[in-house]
């Protein structure tokens, strides 16, 4: 969890007692809403990064789907369905974590950076997309989770 200090103290020894004490920034009084902001989602940024993630694998069985993220394609039945480097990330995520919700603040801070609203709608619709790219097996399912992200679902 990222420590940020806010303060009005700012004399060398105070900012350096507060890195010594934990904190990963330190931001003195007087400063701007804007300055604030973009300190706080690059610590948030680089903790998402930082995080322990699960071992990244050559291919997830998907259903009746074999999923290959370095080449960027779904195999099915003898056919190769080629993904969008987005849509790639976006499954690979979601093969990750399968049956477990995975924030899309998370996705849209990694993939595009920030999380505004032009690119949560572009999110929804790469998730479209994969799911009518994965619609040959009725098992699977990405669900939408009001509000928090999406989950990946195979009976």
Excluded at 20 to 30: I, Q, R, S, T, V
Aim: aromatic share 8%; proline share 3%; hydrophobic share 40%.
């Amino acid at each position: 969890t990222p420590v940020l200090f806010l303060t009005a103290r700012s004399a060398v020894n105070d900012v350096v007692e507060g890195f010594e004490l934990g904190a990963n920034d330190y931001l003195k009084k007087p400063f701007g809403m804007q300055e604030l902001i973009v300190r706080i989602k690059a610590l948030l940024g680089r903790a998402i990064r930082t995080e322990a993630s699960p071992t990244r694998r050559e291919a997830y069985e998907v259903g009746a789907y074999l999923f290959t993220p370095r080449t960027q394609r779904l195999h099915h039945n003898g056919t190769e369905t080629e993904l969008s480097h987005r849509e790639s990330e976006i499954l690979r995520r979601l093969c990750e974590h399968q049956d477990q919700v995975v924030d899309m603040r998370d996705i849209l801070l990694d993939l595009w950076g920030d999380d505004s609203f032009f690119n949560q709608r572009s999110l929804h619709v790469f998730i479209t997309k994969l799911r009518h790219k994965l619609n040959r097996d009725e098992r699977i399912r990405i669900v939408n989770v009001r509000g928090i992200g999406y989950k990946l679902i195979v009976n």
